[in-house]
């Protein structure tokens, strides 16, 4: 096995999945908040009187994230059972809300900051380097409904107060920062995880209705001047940090069913949808094939000078991403987009798939490929910072969950990462995704479960709330403590 000495092992989780607290110490909602599950509606209807959108909470649902696993008041017990397998590296990220509850004020809140201060305290304190995303599905909700989020221009300056307040605070706290997560889902899944809302709309049946692909491509650009923006902060404020971007990235694995040319064509357009997003963010411009695209539907953004200056002289670090399953193209099958990457035709070649009701292809070498292809194209370093599996688990009779596809899950995809240092690929680290149970993103439920640590919480919100080691914690905890070595076993 070749991991590097100081190579970063841990787990990844985002704090509107497990922080629970959504009202607390100042909160106010965010767009995870009104939804459940990521990949579905917000639950907001539309006021005539006053000609906006407002939270309609529906009482037959449960809001799982509103308690997550309470990880507010529970993560030094939680820290001190990832510290128990060893990590040297946890990744979550900052609320936005707790720091700037409604996103437009001008002052933080202190008990917001105080809160992250406390947590990566604690994570030093048991020897793990924090790694940050700024932004995990947790715009608050304000900026949309008022402004209609990234639709509008004004969030860039509301997005610097609240990063520059970030970066002086934890200065020297924090090395690893990440700006949007998996911003490339932004077409699918706009309203949480590119934090847009038409404000003006002409169709108010439901949220994001008559939402074209060009005021996408605008929000799309309004983000990328913030993360240019972002990164140029970040090196001048706290010069030892470093700043990636987090993409959705298993959708490289993007392959063609065949070698009819409309096949390798077609799986090469898809892949573009996300190349996009790397080629401004980590080579600063924008690629020839979105150009045509904007030429050819009249979808160009409009752009303020010194904007293309201002993202080519500000790119990113490094490539954080996560990954989880392949997809395959196939032109005349349909192929769509949710939280764990592209869902194409099957692949009769792979192993098999998670079991149901998700059924996520399971595909190791994917991983191999998607690092290779990175390296190539990009030649920044790499960070896995999310990969796992979500299985539907309980505990038996003698509270023990034996999660073998879970150990054989992980084996194999770390194996082929360990091919891509081989390879030559510069990992920084793998984070495994989930490493305690949390609330699913894309579906808004606790059965799906991705821990080395069980959580006693369930889709109807009943539940201790206890904490229990499944059969993987010792196991992690051992790859972890020879460096991967154990994986030759
Ligand atoms: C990614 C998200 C995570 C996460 C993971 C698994 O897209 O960044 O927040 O939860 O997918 O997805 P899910 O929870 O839908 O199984």
New binding site residues.
């Given amino acids: 096995m070749n991991f590097p000495k100081d190579f970063l092992w841990g787990g990844a989780v ?1 704090a509107n ?1 497990l922080e629970g607290a959504y009202l607390e110490d100042g909160k106010e909602l965010n767009v995870t908040d009104v939804m459940v599950g990521i990949a579905r509606q917000p639950d907001l209807k539309w006021n005539e009187a006053t000609g906006k959108w407002e939270p309609a909470f529906d009482p037959a649902k449960v809001y799982l994230s509103h308690e997550g696993i309470d990880f507010y008041h529970r993560y030094k017990e939680d820290l001190e059972l990832m510290a128990g397998m060893g990590f040297n590296a946890f990744r979550t990220s900052i609320s936005w809300g707790r720091i700037f509850p409604n996103g437009d004020e001008k002052e933080p809140n202190e008990a917001g900051l105080k809160f992250y201060d406390d947590l990566f305290d604690e994570m030093h304190r048991l020897g793990m380097e924090p790694v940050i995303t700024l932004s ?2 947790e715009t608050p909700l304000h900026l949309l409904t008022r402004y209609g989020g990234w639709l509008s221009e004004k969030l860039i300056g509301f997005w610097m107060n609240y990063v520059n307040v970030v970066f002086n605070r934890y200065k020297g706290k924090v090395k690893y920062y990440m700006t949007f ?2 911003i490339n889902n932004i077409f699918r899944m706009p309203f949480a995880a590119g934090g847009l809302l038409k404000i003006d709309p002409k169709d108010t049946s439901r949220p994001n209705a008559d939402l074209t692909d060009r005021e996408i491509y605008q929000a799309a650009h309004y983000i990328f001047v913030a993360n240019a923006k972002t990164v140029e902060a970040c090196h001048r404020i706290d010069p030892d940090a470093q700043i990636g971007c987090m993409l ?1 990235l298993s959708s490289i694995a993007t392959y063609p069913y065949s070698c009819n040319p409309d096949d390798v064509m077609g799986a090469l357009q898809f892949q573009r949808k996300q190349k996009l997003f790397l080629d401004v963010m980590c080579k600063g411009q924008y690629p020839g094939y979105v150009k045509r695209i904007w030429r050819e539907n009249q979808e160009e953004p409009v752009m303020q000078a010194g904007d293309l200056e201002l993202i080519r002289d500000n790119t990113v670090d490094y490539i954080a991403f ?1 990954y989880y399953r392949s997809a395959v193209f196939k032109s005349d099958g349909s192929i769509t987009v949710d ?2 990457g592209a869902a194409g035709v099957e692949n009769p070649y792979l192993e098999g798939c998670s079991p149901e009701p998700w059924r996520w292809p399971i595909d190791p070498k994917g991983i191999r490929y998607v690092c290779n292809i990175l390296n190539d194209e990009y030649g920044l370093p790499l960070f896995i910072v ?1 990969n796992g599996i ?1 299985l539907d688990e309980n505990l038996d009779e003698n509270k023990r969950i034996a999660d073998d596809f879970r150990r054989k899950y992980v084996k194999d995809h770390l194996v082929q990462v360990n091919e891509a240092i081989l390879d030559g690929c510069n990992l920084m680290g793998y984070l495994y ?2 490493p305690i149970d949390v609330v ?4 808004g439920e606790m059965r ?1 479960r991705y821990g080395f640590v069980y959580v006693d919480r369930f889709n109807d919100g009943t539940g201790t709330l206890e904490r229990v080691k499944k059969d993987s914690y010792e196991w992690y905890k051992e790859v972890i403590e020879t460096n991967g070595e154990s994986l030759e076993d």
């Avoid at 699913?440 to 579906?443: H, L, N, Q, V, Y």
């Fill in positions: 985002a999945q995990h599905y997560n998996e959705s996560s939280t764990g999310e979500g995704w989930g699913s993103a894309g579906t799906k």
